[in-house]
């Protein structure tokens, strides 16, 4: 059963304007996300990540947010660059755990 | 910087044959991880080793097996290949949790043909 879900397998957006990428969990013991952005033929990079104790965490042009009692997070990326364009994991753990659990991936395409 | 490498970026084999995964990581990081990428599926978490000899189970560890001898190195073992292991293989290092949570690195990834 799939904990982590991002329903939107993909996203076109206009150089310039922002995106908005978003992804449900379901256990309620998580307190810890990141989001990993993955071009093709690459591994994941590590983008942002951000704590259940907050609720937005900012690193220049990305911007997470998290909606714990909506078991909902989010990733802004405002202005969207065409390097941007790249597939999006998001990732979920809990404190003590090992591993993480991700998503399915949303693929961002940023027009110019 | 992180460095995670995989010993191939690109591997085709047959069916039946017995096929090594090698994984070497350079920031002596405790965990270490494999993961297939597949279509509509995400990452999903094969076995993970949090010391060396030590292993665990993820969410599809059938048909694969790995070894922790050094702790450096992670190796994805697929005891007998078959097509349905066709995939792209991730390895991932990592500290483990602390006061500060740590992200997960990966290595660039094997693409794996099994035909």
């Known amino acids: 059963d799939q904990q982590v879900k991002q329903n939107s397998p993909s996203l076109s957006v206009q150089e310039g304007r922002i995106s908005i990428l978003n992804c449900d969990y379901t256990?309620?013991?998580?307190?810890?996300f990141l989001w990993y952005k993955k071009y093709p033929a690459e591994g994941p990079t590590f983008l942002i990540s951000?704590?259940?104790?907050?609720d937005k965490n900012e690193d220049g042009r990305f911007t997470v947010f998290l909606n714990k009692s909506a078991k909902h997070l989010s990733l802004h990326i405002v202005p969207s660059q065409p390097g941007d364009s790249a597939v999006y994991f998001c990732?979920?753990?809990?404190?003590?755990?090992?591993?993480?659990?991700f998503g399915t991936g949303t693929r961002l395409t940023v027009i110019p | 910087d992180v460095k995670v490498t995989q010993s191939s970026r690109y591997l085709v084999k047959r069916t039946g044959e017995k096929v090594f995964l090698e994984c070497v990581q350079d920031?002596?990081?405790?965990?270490m991880f494999w993961y297939r990428q597949d279509p509509g599926l995400g990452l999903r978490l094969i076995y993970f080793s949090y010391d060396v000899k030590m292993k665990e189970k993820g969410d599809i560890p059938e048909g694969y097996s790995v070894s922790r001898e050094k702790k450096e190195r992670f190796s994805l073992i697929l005891e007998s290949a078959s097509t349905n292991q066709t995939s792209m293989y991730l390895c991932?290092?990592?500290?483990?949790?602390?006061?500060?949570?740590?992200?997960?690195?990966f290595g660039d990834g094997t693409r794996l043909s099994i035909l």
């Open positions: 991932a290092s990592t500290t483990p949790w602390g006061s500060s949570n740590q992200p997960q690195h």
């Open positions: 256990n309620s013991m998580f307190d810890y």
């Open positions: 920031m002596d990081h405790e965990n």
């Open positions: 951000i704590s259940s104790i907050k």
């Open positions: 990732a979920a753990s809990q404190t003590g755990a090992n591993n993480l659990f």
